[in-house]
T-cell receptor
Framework: EPEVTQTPSHQVTQMGQEVILRCVPI?????FYWYRQILGQKVEFLVS????????KSEIFDDQFSVERPDGSNFTLKIRSTKLEDSAMYFC????????????FGSGTQLSVL | QKEVEQNSGPLSVPEGAIASLNCTYS??????FFWYRQYSGKSPELIMF????GDKEDGRFTAQLNKASQYVSLLIRDSQPSDSATYLC????????????FGPGTRLSVLP
């Protein structure tokens, strides 16, 4: 069964460092998303991406964040200068078409900022 | 601010019983409603979705939607210990959106 793959599964970084979280969406999917979940809190929408551009972003997704689809298979989330409060599980998701029931989540990257 | 509210639990039920999970949402324009199951440290897993008022059944799961009351629920019949997880309610503003607003989740514990 096809799946959304995220690497690494755990990332530890120092405050102020840049991190790139990587995702390989399912191959024929067109819509891409990043969500995050701070420990013990809600899953929060960060950004959606379609046709090589951001289609929607939340208030969380400020200038420190960026997304990119550098080639035909990868979808990345970059945090330019990490803060302690960026520590969270980051989930990538993708779908072939619109409709919430068609969204597939990856297994997540646990980011720890020290 | 669009909010989705759930009782945090834990909700404890004995094995074989019916578990009832509730969710309310603030945006009256919400159109699509989802229940996800999340095991600790894992990603959300879709259990049910419902778009129209009324009930929708899938195996042991029934989702109920009342848009007038801005309320959606999930019933789990014949609860099993493997159902023990956190259940997340999520809504989207339209039938096509995938930008979910999630609730905080209700932790369910099914006791053997």
């Amino acid at each position: 069964e096809p799946e959304v793959t995220q690497t690494p599964s755990h990332q530890v970084t120092q405050m102020g460092q840049e991190v790139i979280l990587r995702c390989v969406p399912i191959s024929n999917h067109l819509y891409f998303y990043w969500y995050r979940q701070i420990l013990g809190q809600k899953v929060e929408f960060l950004v959606s991406f379609y046709n090589n551009e951001i289609s929607e972003k939340s208030e969380i997704f400020d200038d420190q964040f960026s997304v990119e689809r550098p080639d035909g298979s990868n979808f990345t989330l970059k945090i330019r200068s990490t803060k302690l409060e960026d520590s969270a599980m980051y989930f990538c998701a993708s779908s072939a078409s619109q409709g919430g029931e068609k969204l597939f989540f990856g297994s997540g990257t646990q980011l720890s900022v020290l | 601010q669009k909010e989705v509210e759930q009782n945090s639990g834990p909700l404890s039920v004995p094995e074989g019983a019916i578990a009832s999970l509730n969710c309310t949402y603030s945006d009256r324009g919400s159109q699509s409603f989802f229940w996800y199951r999340q095991y600790s440290g894992k990603s959300p897993e879709l259990i049910m979705f419902i778009y129209s008022n009324g009930d929708k059944e899938d195996g042991r799961f029934t989702a109920q939607l009342n848009k007038a009351s801005q309320y959606v629920s999930l019933l789990i019949r014949d609860s099993q210990p493997s159902d023990s997880a956190t259940y997340l309610c999520a809504v989207t503003p339209d039938n096509y959106g995938q930008n979910f607003v999630f609730g905080p989740g209700t932790r369910l514990s099914v006791l053997p």
